[in-house]
Protein backbone atom coordinates (compact mmCIF):
# COMPACT_ATOMS: atom_id res chain seq x y z
CA UNK A 1 0.00 0.00 0.00
CA UNK A 2 1.11 2.83 -0.95
CA UNK A 3 2.20 6.09 1.56
CA UNK A 4 1.26 9.51 0.73
CA UNK A 5 5.08 10.78 1.29
CA UNK A 6 6.20 8.16 -1.79
CA UNK A 7 7.37 10.10 -4.65
CA UNK A 8 5.40 7.91 -7.05
CA UNK A 9 2.42 9.48 -5.28
CA UNK A 10 3.16 12.57 -5.85
CA UNK A 11 4.27 11.97 -9.53
CA UNK A 12 1.04 11.11 -9.89
CA UNK A 13 -0.67 14.32 -8.20
CA UNK A 14 1.45 16.10 -10.28
CA UNK A 15 0.29 14.15 -13.45
CA UNK A 16 -3.86 13.42 -12.91
CA UNK A 17 -4.61 15.61 -9.08
CA UNK A 18 -5.84 18.60 -10.92
CA UNK A 19 -9.83 17.90 -10.38
CA UNK A 20 -8.48 16.21 -6.26
CA UNK A 21 -6.67 19.40 -5.44
CA UNK A 22 -9.23 21.62 -6.69
CA UNK A 23 -11.63 19.51 -4.25
CA UNK A 24 -8.85 19.08 -1.37
CA UNK A 25 -8.76 22.79 -1.85
CA UNK A 26 -12.76 23.39 -1.32
CA UNK A 27 -12.80 20.74 1.63
CA UNK A 28 -9.98 21.88 3.66
CA UNK A 29 -11.13 24.77 5.79
CA UNK A 30 -9.43 27.96 5.66
CA UNK A 31 -6.26 27.99 8.07
CA UNK A 32 -6.59 24.56 8.31
CA UNK A 33 -3.24 22.42 8.37
CA UNK A 34 -5.14 19.33 8.45
CA UNK A 35 -8.65 18.03 7.54
CA UNK A 36 -11.08 16.42 9.85
CA UNK A 37 -11.59 12.19 9.54
CA UNK A 38 -14.84 13.14 8.21
CA UNK A 39 -13.22 15.56 5.61
CA UNK A 40 -10.31 12.53 4.40
CA UNK A 41 -13.12 10.20 4.43
CA UNK A 42 -15.61 11.50 2.04
CA UNK A 43 -12.01 12.95 -0.41
CA UNK A 44 -11.17 8.82 -0.42
CA UNK A 45 -14.17 7.50 -1.63
CA UNK A 46 -13.52 6.00 -4.79
CA UNK A 47 -10.14 7.31 -4.54
CA UNK A 48 -6.65 6.24 -3.88
CA UNK A 49 -6.24 6.83 -0.19
CA UNK A 50 -2.50 8.10 -0.41
CA UNK A 51 -3.33 10.56 -3.43
CA UNK A 52 -5.95 12.10 -1.01
CA UNK A 53 -3.70 12.33 1.65
CA UNK A 54 -0.64 14.07 -0.58
CA UNK A 55 -3.16 16.36 -1.97
CA UNK A 56 -4.77 17.67 1.27
CA UNK A 57 -1.32 17.89 2.33
CA UNK A 58 -0.35 19.94 -0.47
CA UNK A 59 -3.18 22.80 -0.27
CA UNK A 60 -2.13 22.77 3.68
CA UNK A 61 1.25 23.66 2.78
CA UNK A 62 0.62 25.70 0.14
CA UNK A 63 -1.80 27.94 2.45
CA UNK A 64 1.20 28.29 4.84
CA UNK A 65 3.95 29.29 2.57
CA UNK A 66 1.92 32.29 1.27
CA UNK A 67 3.37 33.53 4.66
CA UNK A 68 6.80 33.67 3.71
CA UNK A 69 6.91 32.46 -0.04
CA UNK A 70 6.04 34.19 -2.98
CA UNK A 71 3.70 32.26 -5.73
CA UNK A 72 2.63 29.78 -3.00
CA UNK A 73 -0.28 28.55 -4.74
CA UNK A 74 1.98 27.01 -7.15
CA UNK A 75 4.70 25.45 -4.90
CA UNK A 76 5.24 21.56 -4.78
CA UNK A 77 5.60 21.64 -1.05
CA UNK A 78 4.81 19.60 1.98
CA UNK A 79 4.01 21.76 5.46
CA UNK A 80 7.24 20.37 7.23
CA UNK A 81 9.31 21.82 4.07
CA UNK A 82 7.60 25.26 4.41
CA UNK A 83 8.31 25.20 8.11
CA UNK A 84 12.01 24.64 7.20
CA UNK A 85 12.34 26.69 4.45
CA UNK A 86 14.52 30.21 4.63
CA UNK A 87 11.96 33.03 4.45
CA UNK A 88 11.72 34.47 0.90
CA UNK A 89 12.99 37.72 1.86
CA UNK A 90 15.75 36.33 4.03
CA UNK A 91 16.83 34.04 0.59
CA UNK A 92 17.05 36.90 -1.64
CA UNK A 93 18.86 38.61 1.01
CA UNK A 94 21.71 35.97 1.29
CA UNK A 95 21.72 35.16 -2.95
CA UNK A 96 22.18 38.79 -3.66
CA UNK A 97 25.48 38.44 -1.39
CA UNK A 98 26.71 35.47 -3.30
CA UNK A 99 25.72 36.55 -6.46
CA UNK A 100 27.73 39.71 -5.51
CA UNK A 101 30.58 37.55 -4.80
CA UNK A 102 30.31 35.17 -7.92
CA UNK A 103 28.64 36.98 -10.54
CA UNK A 104 25.97 36.52 -13.07
CA UNK A 105 25.54 33.02 -14.29
CA UNK A 106 28.37 31.83 -11.19
CA UNK A 107 27.76 28.12 -10.02
CA UNK A 108 26.69 27.06 -6.50
CA UNK A 109 25.63 24.11 -4.92
CA UNK A 110 22.91 24.01 -2.38
CA UNK A 111 23.11 21.63 -0.32
CA UNK A 112 20.06 19.67 1.73
CA UNK A 113 18.25 21.85 -0.27
CA UNK A 114 14.49 20.73 1.11
CA UNK A 115 11.85 22.29 -1.29
CA UNK A 116 13.77 25.05 -2.54
CA UNK A 117 13.12 27.97 -0.81
CA UNK A 118 16.93 29.21 -1.22
CA UNK A 119 17.96 27.69 -4.74
CA UNK A 120 14.68 29.34 -5.93
CA UNK A 121 16.61 32.65 -4.48
CA UNK A 122 19.62 31.35 -6.50
CA UNK A 123 18.64 31.10 -9.28
CA UNK A 124 16.93 34.77 -9.00
CA UNK A 125 19.68 36.16 -8.81
CA UNK A 126 21.04 35.08 -12.24
CA UNK A 127 23.22 31.67 -10.66
CA UNK A 128 23.46 28.59 -11.90
CA UNK A 129 22.11 25.95 -8.98
CA UNK A 130 22.75 22.16 -8.14
CA UNK A 131 20.36 21.11 -5.59
CA UNK A 132 20.74 18.32 -3.43
CA UNK A 133 18.63 16.69 -1.13
CA UNK A 134 19.03 13.14 1.16
CA UNK A 135 14.86 13.09 0.15
CA UNK A 136 13.69 12.17 -3.00
CA UNK A 137 11.06 13.99 -2.91
CA UNK A 138 12.01 17.04 -1.55
CA UNK A 139 14.64 17.12 -4.69
CA UNK A 140 11.90 16.53 -6.78
CA UNK A 141 10.22 19.64 -5.51
CA UNK A 142 13.20 21.76 -5.58
CA UNK A 143 13.37 21.16 -9.01
CA UNK A 144 9.90 22.35 -10.12
CA UNK A 145 9.67 25.46 -7.43
CA UNK A 146 13.56 26.52 -8.42
CA UNK A 147 13.85 24.84 -11.99
CA UNK A 148 17.31 23.81 -11.64
CA UNK A 149 19.42 20.88 -11.90
CA UNK A 150 19.10 18.29 -8.21
CA UNK A 151 20.79 15.48 -7.28
CA UNK A 152 19.04 12.71 -4.90
CA UNK A 153 22.30 11.85 -2.40
CA UNK A 154 24.19 12.58 1.12
CA UNK A 155 25.90 15.91 1.01
CA UNK A 156 28.76 13.55 2.54
CA UNK A 157 29.21 12.39 -0.70
CA UNK A 158 29.38 15.86 -2.49
CA UNK A 159 33.00 17.32 -3.28
CA UNK A 160 32.96 20.54 -1.92
CA UNK A 161 36.81 21.47 -2.09
CA UNK A 162 37.22 24.68 -3.97
CA UNK A 163 33.70 24.97 -5.04
CA UNK A 164 30.68 27.59 -3.53
CA UNK A 165 27.98 26.46 -1.72
CA UNK A 166 25.32 27.33 0.33
CA UNK A 167 23.92 24.40 2.75
CA UNK A 168 21.03 24.18 5.52
CA UNK A 169 22.19 21.05 7.79
CA UNK A 170 18.76 19.32 9.11
CA UNK A 171 18.59 20.28 13.11
CA UNK A 172 16.70 17.10 14.19
CA UNK A 173 17.29 14.80 17.61
CA UNK A 174 17.67 11.52 17.25
CA UNK A 175 14.65 10.91 18.82
CA UNK A 176 11.97 11.97 16.71
CA UNK A 177 11.37 15.42 16.67
CA UNK A 178 12.73 18.32 18.23
CA UNK A 179 14.58 21.33 16.64
CA UNK A 180 18.38 20.87 18.27
CA UNK A 181 20.33 23.73 19.02
CA UNK A 182 23.24 21.38 19.14
CA UNK A 183 25.95 20.90 16.28
CA UNK A 184 26.32 17.10 17.01
CA UNK A 185 23.01 16.77 16.56
CA UNK A 186 22.83 18.00 12.83
CA UNK A 187 22.81 15.84 9.88
CA UNK A 188 24.86 16.46 8.25
CA UNK A 189 27.12 16.21 11.23
CA UNK A 190 29.84 18.13 13.29
CA UNK A 191 32.15 16.51 11.17
CA UNK A 192 31.14 17.55 7.71
CA UNK A 193 30.27 20.86 9.18
CA UNK A 194 33.56 21.45 10.31
CA UNK A 195 35.03 20.82 6.42
CA UNK A 196 32.55 22.87 4.72
CA UNK A 197 34.15 25.58 6.94
CA UNK A 198 36.94 24.81 5.16
CA UNK A 199 36.93 23.44 1.96
CA UNK A 200 34.91 25.59 -0.38
CA UNK A 201 35.92 28.14 -1.96
CA UNK A 202 33.06 30.12 -0.94
CA UNK A 203 30.38 28.88 1.90
CA UNK A 204 27.16 29.48 3.44
CA UNK A 205 25.99 27.34 6.37
CA UNK A 206 22.09 28.45 7.29
CA UNK A 207 21.78 27.33 11.40
CA UNK A 208 19.01 28.28 13.53
CA UNK A 209 19.53 31.53 15.75
CA UNK A 210 20.46 29.68 18.83
CA UNK A 211 23.51 28.31 17.40
CA UNK A 212 26.40 29.05 19.51
CA UNK A 213 28.91 30.32 17.45
CA UNK A 214 31.75 29.58 20.29
CA UNK A 215 31.00 26.35 19.05
CA UNK A 216 33.05 26.51 16.21
CA UNK A 217 36.11 27.90 17.56
CA UNK A 218 38.79 29.72 16.04
CA UNK A 219 36.93 29.10 12.82
CA UNK A 220 37.00 32.32 10.01
CA UNK A 221 33.91 33.16 10.05
CA UNK A 222 31.51 35.54 9.89
CA UNK A 223 28.62 35.09 11.12
CA UNK A 224 25.48 36.85 10.49
CA UNK A 225 22.13 36.98 12.55
CA UNK A 226 18.86 37.96 10.44
CA UNK A 227 15.56 38.79 11.77
CA UNK A 228 12.08 39.38 9.45
CA UNK A 229 9.58 41.58 10.96
CA UNK A 230 10.95 41.29 14.11
CA UNK A 231 11.06 37.60 14.02
CA UNK A 232 15.11 36.19 14.28
CA UNK A 233 15.03 33.53 11.65
CA UNK A 234 18.19 32.34 10.88
CA UNK A 235 21.96 32.85 11.38
CA UNK A 236 24.51 32.40 8.87
CA UNK A 237 27.66 31.18 8.54
CA UNK A 238 29.58 33.21 5.97
CA UNK A 239 32.80 31.58 5.23
CA UNK A 240 35.98 31.78 2.42
CA UNK A 241 35.01 34.32 -0.29
CA UNK A 242 31.72 34.85 1.37
CA UNK A 243 32.97 36.35 3.82
CA UNK A 244 33.57 39.68 4.21
CA UNK A 245 35.31 40.66 7.83
CA UNK A 246 36.48 37.21 9.01
CA UNK A 247 35.63 36.57 12.57
CA UNK A 248 33.39 39.97 12.86
CA UNK A 249 29.64 39.60 13.46
CA UNK A 250 26.86 41.04 11.52
CA UNK A 251 23.16 41.46 12.72
CA UNK A 252 20.07 42.49 9.77
CA UNK A 253 16.63 43.42 9.53
CA UNK A 254 14.38 42.60 7.25
CA UNK A 255 10.64 44.12 6.79
CA UNK A 256 8.02 44.36 4.40
CA UNK A 257 7.51 48.20 5.86
CA UNK A 258 11.25 49.31 5.01
CA UNK A 259 14.44 48.98 3.57
CA UNK A 260 17.07 46.23 5.01
CA UNK A 261 19.21 47.59 8.30
CA UNK A 262 22.33 45.85 8.45
CA UNK A 263 25.17 46.43 11.05
CA UNK A 264 28.68 44.45 11.52
CA UNK A 265 31.51 44.67 13.87
CA UNK A 266 34.12 42.86 16.17
CA UNK A 267 31.58 41.26 18.88
CA UNK A 268 30.90 42.33 22.54
CA UNK A 269 33.03 39.85 24.36
CA UNK A 270 35.93 39.88 21.41
CA UNK A 271 37.29 43.40 22.20
CA UNK A 272 38.53 45.64 25.08
CA UNK A 273 36.14 48.43 24.68
CA UNK A 274 33.04 46.71 25.33
CA UNK A 275 30.34 48.58 27.24
CA UNK A 276 30.97 48.81 31.06
CA UNK A 277 28.36 47.25 33.19
CA UNK A 278 26.63 49.21 35.96
CA UNK A 279 23.37 47.96 37.54
CA UNK A 280 22.61 51.62 39.13
CA UNK A 281 18.95 52.72 37.80
CA UNK A 282 17.58 56.34 38.25
CA UNK A 283 14.52 57.94 37.41
CA UNK A 284 14.22 59.35 34.37
CA UNK A 285 16.94 57.80 32.89
CA UNK A 286 16.30 55.37 29.52
CA UNK A 287 16.48 51.63 29.66
CA UNK A 288 17.26 49.83 25.99
CA UNK A 289 16.11 46.54 24.88
CA UNK A 290 18.15 45.29 21.92
CA UNK A 291 16.98 44.07 18.70
CA UNK A 292 16.81 40.08 18.49
CA UNK A 293 19.47 39.78 15.96
CA UNK A 294 21.75 42.80 17.12
CA UNK A 295 21.30 41.21 20.37
CA UNK A 296 22.79 37.87 19.41
CA UNK A 297 25.32 39.38 17.05
CA UNK A 298 26.69 40.59 20.03
CA UNK A 299 27.19 43.93 18.87
CA UNK A 300 25.63 46.18 21.48
CA UNK A 301 28.57 48.51 21.67
CA UNK A 302 28.73 48.96 17.74
CA UNK A 303 25.66 50.17 17.76
CA UNK A 304 26.12 52.61 20.98
CA UNK A 305 29.53 54.03 20.05
CA UNK A 306 29.86 57.69 21.64
CA UNK A 307 26.30 57.14 23.46
CA UNK A 308 27.92 56.56 27.28
CA UNK A 309 25.37 53.80 27.24
CA UNK A 310 26.22 50.80 29.73
CA UNK A 311 24.93 47.23 30.25
CA UNK A 312 22.39 46.75 33.80
CA UNK A 313 24.46 43.90 34.22
CA UNK A 314 27.41 41.54 32.15
CA UNK A 315 25.67 40.08 28.71
CA UNK A 316 22.43 40.58 30.00
CA UNK A 317 21.27 42.81 26.84
CA UNK A 318 19.35 45.41 28.29
CA UNK A 319 21.42 48.75 28.53
CA UNK A 320 20.99 52.03 30.28
CA UNK A 321 21.78 55.58 29.46
CA UNK A 322 21.05 59.42 30.42
CA UNK A 323 20.11 60.22 27.55
CA UNK A 324 18.15 58.22 25.16
CA UNK A 325 19.95 57.09 22.41
CA UNK A 326 19.17 57.66 18.58
CA UNK A 327 20.25 54.10 17.47
CA UNK A 328 17.59 52.40 15.61
CA UNK A 329 18.12 48.41 16.99
CA UNK A 330 16.88 49.60 20.22
CA UNK A 331 13.79 49.49 21.60
CA UNK A 332 13.89 52.58 24.30
CA UNK A 333 12.02 53.29 27.64
CA UNK A 334 11.89 55.57 30.44
CA UNK A 335 12.79 54.53 33.79
CA UNK A 336 10.35 54.74 36.66
CA UNK A 337 10.79 52.60 39.44
CA UNK A 338 12.37 48.92 40.49
CA UNK A 339 11.77 46.78 43.67
CA UNK A 340 14.26 43.73 44.06
CA UNK A 341 12.77 40.49 45.88
CA UNK A 342 12.38 36.97 46.02
CA UNK A 343 11.03 35.48 42.85
CA UNK A 344 7.49 34.16 44.89
CA UNK A 345 7.19 37.87 46.43
CA UNK A 346 7.74 40.14 42.75
CA UNK A 347 4.03 39.84 42.00
CA UNK A 348 3.03 41.55 44.82
CA UNK A 349 5.52 43.77 45.03
CA UNK A 350 5.37 45.16 41.52
CA UNK A 351 1.77 45.50 41.94
CA UNK A 352 2.47 48.17 44.65
CA UNK A 353 5.44 49.61 42.91
CA UNK A 354 2.97 49.75 39.39
CA UNK A 355 0.20 51.43 41.90
CA UNK A 356 2.33 54.23 43.21
CA UNK A 357 3.44 55.62 40.06
CA UNK A 358 0.33 55.37 38.36
CA UNK A 359 0.67 52.25 36.49
CA UNK A 360 -2.18 50.31 37.72
CA UNK A 361 -4.29 48.44 34.45
CA UNK A 362 -1.37 50.36 32.11
CA UNK A 363 1.20 48.20 31.78
CA UNK A 364 1.14 46.47 28.31
CA UNK A 365 3.90 43.59 28.93
CA UNK A 366 6.45 41.60 30.62
CA UNK A 367 9.56 40.88 29.99
CA UNK A 368 11.65 38.35 31.88
CA UNK A 369 15.50 37.53 30.74
CA UNK A 370 17.16 34.60 32.74
CA UNK A 371 14.02 32.85 34.53
CA UNK A 372 13.85 35.43 36.91
CA UNK A 373 10.28 35.80 37.44
CA UNK A 374 7.29 33.57 36.44
CA UNK A 375 5.84 35.87 33.54
CA UNK A 376 2.84 34.82 33.20
CA UNK A 377 2.07 35.00 36.86
CA UNK A 378 3.67 38.78 36.86
CA UNK A 379 1.02 39.36 33.37
CA UNK A 380 -1.85 38.26 35.33
CA UNK A 381 -1.12 40.00 38.30
CA UNK A 382 -0.80 43.28 36.57
CA UNK A 383 -3.39 42.34 33.98
CA UNK A 384 -1.60 43.50 30.72
CA UNK A 385 -3.23 44.73 28.34
CA UNK A 386 -2.25 45.48 24.42
CA UNK A 387 -2.64 49.27 25.52
CA UNK A 388 -0.82 49.89 28.20
CA UNK A 389 1.89 52.73 28.29
CA UNK A 390 4.32 50.77 30.89
CA UNK A 391 6.48 48.00 30.47
CA UNK A 392 7.61 46.10 33.39
CA UNK A 393 11.52 43.74 32.52
CA UNK A 394 12.44 41.47 34.93
CA UNK A 395 15.91 39.66 35.56
CA UNK A 396 18.28 38.47 38.04
CA UNK A 397 20.63 40.14 40.41
CA UNK A 398 22.50 37.72 42.32
CA UNK A 399 20.12 34.98 43.84
CA UNK A 400 17.09 37.65 43.98
CA UNK A 401 14.83 38.55 41.08
CA UNK A 402 15.13 42.44 39.99
CA UNK A 403 12.16 44.22 37.71
CA UNK A 404 11.68 47.69 36.51
CA UNK A 405 9.13 49.51 35.70
CA UNK A 406 9.28 51.60 32.25
CA UNK A 407 7.35 53.95 30.47
CA UNK A 408 7.16 53.62 26.65
CA UNK A 409 9.21 55.94 24.61
CA UNK A 410 6.97 56.80 21.89
CA UNK A 411 3.23 55.42 23.08
CA UNK A 412 1.05 58.12 22.04
Do not use: Y
Not at 387 to 409: H, P
Amino acid sequence: MSDWRDLSVWERLEAEGAELLALADAALPEGAVAATPAVTARLRRGRDAALVSAALELVAARRKARLKLDGADQLWCDLAGVEQASDGRVAAWKAARMRETLGEGGEILDLCSGIGGDAMALCAAGLTVTAVDLDARRAWMTARNARCRTVVGEAESIAIAGVAMHADPARRDEKGGGRSWSLDDHRPGRAWIERALREPSAAAIKFSPGVDRAAFGGAPVEWEWIESDGSLVQAVAWCGRFARAPRSTRATRLSRAGEPMTIAGAPDDARADALRADGALRAGQWLGEPSPALERARLLTEALAGSGSREIAPALGLVACDGRSPSPWFEWFRFVGEVTGRADAIPRLVVELAATHGATGEVRSVRVRGGAVDADALTRALSCRPQGRFVVFAWRDGGKARVALTEMADHP
